[in-house]
């Protein structure tokens, strides 16, 4: 039987998630040692408390003990083996769980939660390339913000910042899972929108500024729109993005 803390770190080292380095341990473990169940609770500062269970199965009713549980790995049967480190197996699958709040922090402006100005430079890239190689259409919407300056002028940064992050949410409400939005300057934020009209634009902007489960008050923006596939609009947007 290999070591499996060896085998979750040469997993680490090359995996791009930490969550599906946890539950590869899991099913690992019941692999190895023929369990019925297995399951790791963490709780960390950044990561909060999570439960995990091999398979990727939800809680019941009957896993009551593992919402109180303290933080570590549990299995049924309880494995007996010395060779089992399970202090290890916990920091492993942690730092693994770590490493995607940096990758996601490394992609996203902090402030709105959305892609920040690098990544989507890269995505609007892809994009084209997909639409000129495959002739995949999408609009690119480039939104400014129109009084931000005013609100912080008058309200403080701290408005400002509000009125951001409550953009942001909007976007995340609204757009279909494929959409790409980011903020990429200070009231400068774009959109990709797959298999979307440009004429669609103004009809999905007004969903924006009604998001349901939203109280306060859509800020006001003023926006543009390019299609691709277009020669003229790939170049403009190559351009734009410069």
């Not at 939104?143 to 002028?153: A, E, F, R, S």
Request: aromatic content about 8%.
């Amino acid at each position: 039987m290999g070591n499996l803390s060896d085998e979750i770190a040469a997993h680490l080292a090359v995996t791009d998630s930490g969550l599906s380095l946890v539950y590869k341990t899991l099913d690992t473990l019941v692999e190895q040692y023929q369990l019925e169940d297995a399951a790791l609770v963490l709780e960390e500062p950044g990561l909060g408390r999570q439960i995990f269970r091999a398979g990727r199965r939800p809680l019941d009713a009957d896993d009551e003990a593992l919402l109180e549980a303290a933080p570590g790995l549990y299995t049924e049967p309880t494995i007996e083996s010395a060779d089992l480190d399970r202090a290890l197996v916990l920091s492993l699958c942690t730092l693994g769980l770590r490493l995607d709040v940096l990758r996601y922090d490394a992609w996203h402006d902090p402030l709105t939660g959305l892609y920040d100005r690098r990544s989507f430079d890269r995505l609007l890239e892809m994009a084209v390339a997909r639409s000129v190689r495959y002739g995949w259409p999408f609009t690119l919407v480039m939104l400014d913000l129109d009084d931000l300056k005013v609100i912080n002028d008058r309200e403080g940064h701290a408005a400002g910042d509000e009125v951001l992050r409550d953009l942001g949410e909007r976007f995340r409400r609204v757009l279909r899972f494929g959409d790409n939005a980011a903020r990429i300057g200070g009231d400068e934020f774009a959109m990709i929108l797959p298999d979307t009209e440009p004429d669609a634009v103004p009809f999905l902007l007004e969903r924006v500024k009604t998001a349901p489960g939203l109280t306060s008050r859509s800020p006001e923006f003023s926006f543009g729109t390019a299609k691709c596939p277009d020669r003229l609009a790939i170049d403009a947007t190559v351009k734009r993005i410069q």
